[in-house]
């Protein structure tokens, strides 16, 4: 499995990219199903949890539902115009929720884990280096 490192907007253009291509071919090949496409939706928020870098965990749970958002526009449907596709967009986002909060809660809880790791790893590192105060105040004579 591969190991990039994304930054926060890096991660958010990975997600919206891939669900906006998933949304495409969910309408293409499934006529625009909303359970494929939120069935899709699970692995594209993991991936973006795990793939982006530690400095920037927190921006996967706020960039996944954007990138939801962004690949429903086109399954939503829609007729009449802007308004009508507004409306459909907004409601696929209300009928669809589920998936939505599913998502978000994956990304979530990978970075959670990634961040109590890291801190971890700190907290160690930290406590395996020599205190530095003590290190200096015994070198002066």
């Known amino acids: 499995m591969p190991h990039p490192r994304l930054t926060g907007l890096g991660g958010g253009l990975f997600a919206a990219a891939s669900m906006l291509a ?3 071919l969910d309408r ?17 928020s993991a991936a973006t ?6 400095a920037d965990l927190v921006t996967a749970p706020i960039s996944v539902p954007i990138a939801f958002a962004v690949g429903v526009v086109p399954i939503a449907g829609g007729e009449g115009g802007f308004g009508g596709h507004a409306m459909a967009l ?14 978000t809660l994956v990304a979530g809880l990978i970075t959670c884990v990634r961040k109590v790791r890291l801190m971890g790893r700190r907290q160690r590192a930290a406590a395996a280096a020599p205190p530095r105060a003590a290190a200096t105040a015994q070198r002066r004579p």
């Open 22 to 24: 998933v949304g495409f």
């Open 28 to 44: 293409l090949l499934f006529g625009g199903s909303p359970f494929v496409y939120g069935l899709l939706f699970l692995p594209v």
């Open 49 to 54: 949890a795990l793939w982006v870098r530690g």
């Open 90 to 103: 907004v409601t696929a986002l209300a009928v669809h929720a589920g998936w939505l909060y599913g998502g």
